[in-house]
């Protein structure tokens, strides 16, 4: 309660800083390739065997981190577990993934594809608002998905896909590819899990961080080394670097039933 006027005992809110120990871990990759394939990469293709090698190191080892990240996110996800089936007209209980006509009797749908996709669309808004009341600062601004689910979201009404001139060149890992909603930004990562759509929250301000991913050494790269036993180029790149879930209801899953690669589905 609010303090009133001419009264001593006065509510009062302090502020506490804690740490949390984290420890880095180190990346490296390294990549050789003969002084023959580097003069006739240049020769026939004016290409830098070098710059290319190099470009693809770096790659790898953002797509590497993604990965750790994102697994660390699905597997951590602690706001919500709801299920939702593919088929149009087969209902689960969001919350243990049984079919409800398999104890009592189904509902009847009528509806068309499309707005059996839109039941995706309101699982996803339960899950975030399971975020909300969990967290107390907002609801989830953004997905994650792979190609399959977003086939599906790009169906739904709300859907609104993001073009640029850049996407014709195609992109490594994952991608923003439109909105949801206007809610919600859609990113697709194909390494993501086929039937899962993970939703999160991502704070307005580090005081509002569920996930800390803190750099110790930036991506560093090697000079290029030669072999003096058979002149073989040689180059490496390498980064340190921590992490941290510190709020693991800020995110949640939508365990999608019914698609190609899982269990019990069928093409």
């Given at each position: 309660?609010?303090?009133?006027?001419?009264?001593?005992?006065?509510p009062?809110?302090?502020?506490?800083?804690?740490?949390?120990?984290?420890?880095?871990?180190?990346?490296k990759?390294?990549?050789?390739?003969?002084?023959?394939?580097?003069?006739?990469?240049?020769?026939?293709?004016?290409?830098?065997?070098?710059?290319?090698?190099?470009?693809?190191?770096?790659?790898?080892?953002?797509?590497?981190?993604d990965?750790?990240?994102?697994?660390?996110?699905?597997?951590?996800?602690?706001a919500?577990?709801?299920?939702?089936?593919?088929?149009?007209?087969?209902?689960?209980?969001?919350?243990?993934?049984?079919?409800?006509?398999?104890?009592?009797?189904?509902?009847?749908?009528?509806?068309?594809?499309?707005?059996?996709y839109?039941?995706?669309?309101?699982?996803?808004?339960d899950?975030?608002?399971?975020?909300?009341?969990?967290?107390?600062?907002?609801?989830?601004?953004?997905?994650?998905?792979?190609?399959?689910?977003?086939n599906?979201?790009?169906?739904?009404?709300g859907?609104?896909?993001?073009?640029?001139a850049d996407?014709?060149k195609?992109?490594?890992g994952?991608?923003?590819v439109g909105?949801?909603?206007?809610?919600?930004?859609v990113?697709?990562?194909?390494?993501?899990?086929?039937?899962v759509?993970?939703?999160?929250?991502?704070?307005?301000?580090?005081?509002?961080s569920?996930?800390?991913?803190?750099?110790?050494?930036?991506?560093?790269?090697?000079p290029?080394?030669?072999?003096?036993?058979?002149?073989?180029?040689?180059?490496?790149?390498?980064?340190?670097?921590?992490?941290?879930?510190?709020?693991?209801?800020?995110?949640?899953?939508?365990?999608?039933?019914?698609?190609?690669?899982?269990a019990?589905?069928?093409?």
């Open positions: 309660e609010w303090g009133l006027e001419n009264n001593a005992d006065i009062e809110i302090d502020i506490k800083v804690d740490s949390v120990a984290v420890t880095a871990s180190t990346k990759l390294k990549a050789k390739w003969t002084p023959e394939l580097g003069q006739d990469l240049n020769a026939y293709h004016n290409l830098d065997a070098e710059v290319e090698l190099t470009s693809i190191l770096s790659e790898q080892i953002a797509l590497e981190i990965r750790e990240i994102i697994g660390d996110l699905v597997n951590g996800a602690s919500a577990t709801y299920y939702w089936s593919r088929s149009p007209g087969l209902f689960l209980n969001k919350v243990t993934g049984v079919e409800i006509g398999a104890a009592s009797a189904a509902p009847d749908f009528t509806g068309t594809v499309s707005e059996w839109e039941t995706l669309v309101e699982t996803i808004n899950v975030s608002a399971q975020i909300h009341r969990k967290t107390l600062r907002g609801g989830a601004n953004f997905v994650v998905c792979g190609p399959e689910v977003a599906v979201l790009e169906f739904t009404a859907f609104r896909a993001s073009v640029t996407d014709d195609g992109s490594i994952s991608v923003k909105s949801l909603s206007k809610k919600f930004d990113i697709v990562d194909p390494y993501f899990l086929r039937n759509v993970l939703i999160g929250r991502r704070g307005s301000s580090f005081l509002e569920g996930y800390v991913y803190a750099p110790y050494v930036p991506l560093q790269t090697t290029t080394i030669f072999g003096p036993e058979d002149f073989v180029p040689r180059k490496g790149v390498m980064t340190r670097y921590a992490k941290k879930m510190v709020r693991p209801d800020m995110y949640g899953l939508v365990v999608v039933r019914g698609m190609l690669g899982e019990g589905a069928t093409s």
